[in-house]
């Protein structure tokens, strides 16, 4: 069976690729940090429950707090990505969920589970005692899994070749096990979520501490250290995940491939001073080194798709039709709407008053 | 056909959408009406500055959190999902041309998120009106959440202008948005109440428990005038043809819009119910009772709608299969395995057909239909299908079915998959040929030396079918006659119609109607031949099945001296094929006679086409006749003038299953099958290589020449069941000669015209002009002797040959003449002219030798 000629032939595109691919790159970066935040913080609280309890309360208190939050802005900010990976990718990323169908619906009712579970984290964390560990393990576990069935699709959905296996399994069971790229894959987004909830945790009693909250400082240095730690982890499996891809996407002879190890390059020199700011519990500059990593680190990622499809499709190919205006009105709702949020979140925050204050 | 698909057997038919989407849409509807439910409720405790109510907008403000969070984001995720998985073809579309309504929805999704978040985690903590204005903000960006769907799920199914100018904006702003968008607004302010009474009737405080509840009550019964009124816009603004789709023409549909309309005046009936003063429990359980009603409610709705569109998922432009309506035909031409990308069949033999059969059913049939499952169970629908009956309905499913989509693929894959469904998944067969042995009768002696008599006896029906269950359905009853001639030999033979007594004796092992009567008697005289009165004959007698009971007939003069013995054969062709399609057996050896089981479905069939009742009036003991209600000429049955007569109605309904199958589509239920077990077209025409069209015309001529009849009576149900109909001896309708069914027939002499060898092989579209001209009644040129004297019956001409050999079927040209051909042939007037004969008699060129001897 030739797997060229089962790739679904795609529909056109109203306005140029280069919309839709950037609006992927920029949606899909939001997203990833938050599910780094989601995922990330939900591990170390599991983690951080094994410790005594006056030990890491604090932390996992917050932690707790705010991961339905976290849950509820990864999901949202997930829709953009798979709305304008459809666009340009449909006819791939639909042909493999068909494959691991099973799998892929399998994520609403994980996440669901996860999502409602959080809540009872939130709302029931005194009352869960010890339970706490069971609870903030099964949210990790089922977010891991979430993980693991999303880097199976996107390594799938890259390898139209794994793609004949659906002949002898039809059921939506497969995954792509096989692929040498798959594991250290999904355990370089798993750890870089560790590292990055870890700085997120960092994050939020640095703001404490800056309001003056005294105990705040040890759990800047808690965060940051499980950031230093994880990232530094990471350059291992990094490793492990170069050592993985096909010889011949590394090269300087193609614009991708060049292009491809100028950002893992970039990528890999920022994150190096990130570990030692994190090291430093310097919450900002690891910040602002880890986020253009992960920038860089996404425009890698977007490069290695376009050099594993190479053999099989370009963006550029998409038929297109043009329509514009949707696009203008879009654009008009995306400001707005950001500045909308933007406007309520400090009108809250100026209308508010002391907590517990009611206003009749 | 660019797909994979997901093969679910349990779970086909779009199980997992509806688990999936029935809750979300509920969810997400309140998730809007609630939005304005909680700043209203809240405005309302600061007019009354009631600190309780206050407290229970907090908490409900919290609930709705949850499930509008947790269940409602979560399945609407689910419902993304699940589409791509099962129908990504048209998740493409609606991706690809919507792809910015999609993200501004998202950036309302976001808006939604934030201002929610900050709504409730600020309650109490900000000056009300501030804290309000978070809460419309909130109800504004779901309000446009909804605005945006909205357009998407009206574009699939009223694309309206989309179709012509492929304009985002036609398809956005489609002929049902509005009403579409004002009948969700005013349902999400209906479901707001309702999920709002279920938290208010656990208010524990009473006061305010009715205060509240009332409150909730009246979100139900506002709203619900200005949301009937939006659902008769809704329903206006549907084209025409969908309406009637939806509203009169699907039976399946009638459960959803029955449901629908019942629910509407319990929600009010809760409503009102509710606002007075019931004792906590009770009204706690009906809240909860109301709520879930409110699903039921918004179920049905989606129900309709969904099922309103079938067979499209977009309407007009991608049927359910996802194959775009433009392909259809050239699917049908070049066959769909080969076109679809992901098949392994692409060509099918005998030793692939079910695995392609298979990779069909994948493609055209799993999007609609579970195997075993609750969605549309193909199993059940198909039980009743031979796989060859189920081919023969899979080529017109889409006529009468106007759910179903054409069939989009070549006629081999056609089979292939009725031969998956019917055998592979419902273990049934199509009938095997025929094995039977020869039927051996002793011939009568006849010594043309001394004999001075010939007895002649035929049936003058020779594929009188029967189809009848004793006291539940009656198509056509048992029932054959023998007729006779006594011919005296001489000179100048004569007809003996005087003096002498016909009998006949069915031979041993038959009986009659009451299965006890031994079948014999006297043959009544009528002028120049005798006949037996109308006999039910059964096609089986002890020695098992048999089609043709051998009658002994004995003419006697006056002293009881026996003058002339002959035997003839009374068909009694029960070979229907209505358990082809109809389930049940096919009687004995699953070939012949109508199964009780067989009459149930065609009864049950009746009633869901033609909106009768006769299944629960047969199940109550009263048994169907259809010359009651349906006009048929062989039984002088005038039945009800209104509608087609039985032949018409029959014909014109099959015939749009077996289109184009030339005499194949007569045999399905005839017993015309040369490999039939009745083999019931047996005679000479047979031989040389003539079938059932030759004569009667292919069925779409057949059936459009009875409903061309009933159409100049002025009945104008035969426009549906002609309209898919094509001739096929012409290319205009109006060339095809109206008929009366068992009156206008083919004749011999239209082809073998002044009775020489004829210089067609067909002749269709010319009839005898009334009944006295049926070859039946004909006779030569003397007048009295009858043709089928010495030709036989209809479709058992001399010399007839069958499964039961020659013998059987030519017994007196056997006795007279020791040659099976007509008798007299080859100049033998020896069987009854005592003198050589010079002249040609009884008709022109007689004396010529026999051509297919």
Known sequence: MDSAALIPTPDAIPVSWGWFQFFLLLTFFLHILLMNVMLGTAFIAFVSHFRRKAQTTPCTEVISGNLPFAIAFAVNFGVAPLLFVQVLFGHFIYASSILMAVFWLSIVALLAGAYALAYVYKYRYAQLGSSQLLVSGLITLLLLAIAFFFANNISMMQAPTSWTRFFDQPHGLLLNLADPMLLPRYLHFMVSAVAVGGLAIALFFHWKQKKGDQGAGPWVTYGCRWFSYATMLNFAIGLWFLVALPKEILTTSTATGLLLLVTLGGGIVLAAPAIIFGLASRVMPAIVCILATVALMILARSLLRTALLAPWFSVSQLPMSPAYSPLFFFLVFLVAGLALIVWMIRFARRSCTEEGEVHL | ?853
């Open chain 2, 1 to 853: 056909m660019n797909y994979p698909v997901w093969q679910l057997d349990f779970f086909g038919g779009g199980l997992l959408v509806i688990l999936i989407a029935v809750f979300h849409v509920y969810i997400s509807h309140f998730a809007v009406g609630g939005g304005l439910f909680l700043v209203l409720a809240e405005r309302k405790a600061h007019r009354e500055n009631n600190p309780d109510i206050l407290a229970y907008v907090r908490k409900h403000a919290r609930f709705f959190l949850l499930i509008t969070m947790v269940a409602g984001s979560m399945s609407g995720v689910g419902i993304w999902f699940i589409i791509s998985l099962l129908n990504p073809a048209a998740t493409s579309i609606l991706i690809h041309t919507f792809v910015f309504a999609w993200a501004s929805e998202w950036v309302f999704f976001l808006i939604e998120i934030v201002s929610l978040f900050l709504y409730y985690y600020t309650f109490g903590r900000m000056e009300h009106r501030r804290h309000q204005l978070i809460g419309w903000i909130y109800f504004g960006s779901a309000w446009m959440s909804l605005f945006l769907i909205n357009g998407i799920i009206g574009f699939m199914l009223t694309p309206g202008n989309w179709l012509q100018d492929s304009n985002f904006w036609s398809g956005f702003f489609n002929p049902s948005f509005w009403p579409s968008l004002f009948f969700r607004t005013f349902f999400a302010l209906i479901i707001a109440g309702l999920f709002g009474l279920v938290t208010a009737t656990w208010i524990k405080d009473a006061h305010l428990r009715i205060t509240m509840v009332r409150f909730c009550a009246r979100w139900l019964l506002l709203p619900f005038l200005f949301f009937v009124a939006s659902g008769y816009w809704y329903r206006a603004a549907l084209p025409p043809e969908l309406q009637q789709m939806i509203f009169a023409r699907m039976p399946s549909m009638r459960l959803f819009v029955d449901g629908f309309f019942l629910c509407s005046p319990v929600l009010v009936l809760g409503g009102l119910l509710l606002a007075i003063r019931l004792p906590a429990g009770l009204s706690r359980s009906l809240a909860v009772l109301l709520l879930l009603l409110g699903q039921i409610y918004m179920g049905c709705f989606e129900f309709i709608r969904e099922g309103g569109r079938r067979p499209y998922i977009i309407r007009d432009f991608m049927y359910s299969t996802s194959i775009l309506t433009k392909d259809a035909t050239r699917f049908q031409s070049e066959g769909l395995l080969r076109t679809a990308k992901w098949t392994r069949n692409q060509e099918i033999n005998e030793t692939n057909k079910r695995a392609a059969g298979r990779e069909l059913y994948n493609l055209l049939c799993l999007s609609c239909h579970a195997i075993d499952g609750p969605m549309r169970d193909i199993k059940k629908l198909t039980a009743p299908y031979t796989p060859s009956g189920l081919d023969a309905m899979i080529s017109g499913l889409h006529i009468f079915h106007r759910a179903m989509p054409p069939f989009t693929g070549s006629v081999k894959e056609r089979g292939a998959l009725a031969t998956f469904i019917a055998h592979g998944l419902n273990g049934r067969s199509d009938p095997t040929p025929v094995q039977r042995a020869e039927k051996k009768v002793e011939i009568p002696p006849f010594d043309p030396k001394t004999d001075q008599f010939v007895l002649l006896a035929w049936s003058p029906l020779g594929m009188h079918s029967v189809a009848e269950v004793k006291g539940l359905l009656s198509l056509i009853p048992p029932g054959n006659t023998l007729q006779a001639q006594l011919i005296q030999r001489g000179e100048t033979p004569e007809i003996v119609n005087q003096g002498v007594t016909l009998s006949y004796q069915m031979e041993d092992g038959f009986a009659g109607a009451d299965e006890k009567t031994a079948l014999s008697g006297v043959m009544m005289p009528e002028e120049d031949v005798f006949a037996t009165e109308e006999k039910a004959l059964f096609f089986v007698s002890k020695q098992g099945f048999d089609p043709y009971p051998v009658v002994t007939i004995e003419a006697r003069d006056e002293n009881d001296v026996l003058l002339a013995t002959t035997k003839a054969v009374a068909p009694v062709p029960a070979e229907m094929g209505c358990s082809n399609c109809h389930g049940g057996s096919g009687g004995l050896n699953d070939r012949a006679g109508l199964s009780r089981a067989t009459a149930l479905n065609i009864l049950e069939t009746h009633d869901r086409f033609s909106a009768t009742a006769l299944l629960p009036a047969a199940l109550s003991g009263k048994a169907i006749r259809c010359q009651s209600c349906h006009a048929d000429p062989l039984f002088r049955a005038e039945g009800d003038k209104a509608r087609l007569n039985l032949s018409a109605s029959i014909h014109g309904f099959h015939a749009n299953y077996l289109r184009g199958r030339g005499a194949e589509a007569c045999a399905f239920c005839h017993p015309s099958s040369p490999t039939g077990a009745t083999s019931g077209l047996r005679d000479i025409h047979t031989a040389v290589g003539l079938d059932c069209t030759n004569c009667h015309g292919g069925i779409e001529d057949h059936a459009l020449g009875l409903l061309r009849h009933e159409q100049q009576e002025g009945k104008g149900q035969v426009n549906e069941l002609m309209a898919h109909l094509t001739p096929n001896s012409s290319k205009s309708l109006d060339k095809i000669a109206p008929r009366k069914p068992w009156i206008n027939q083919p004749d011999c002499l239209h082809c073998h015209v002044d009775y020489q060898p004829p210089e067609t092989d067909t002749v269709t579209n010319t009839w005898t002009k009334d009944e006295q001209s049926l070859y039946r009644h004909r006779t030569d040129e003397s007048g009295r002797l009858f043709c089928a004297a010495c030709h036989s019956s209809p479709h058992a001409l001399y010399p007839a040959e069958n499964l039961d050999g020659a013998q059987l079927n030519a017994l007196q040209p056997l006795q007279y003449q020791h040659n099976p051909l007509p008798l007299g042939s080859n100049r033998n007037c020896a069987v009854c002219h005592t003198v050589a004969m010079e002249d040609e008699m009884h008709h022109a060129h007689i004396l010529r030798d026999f051509r297919n001897e």
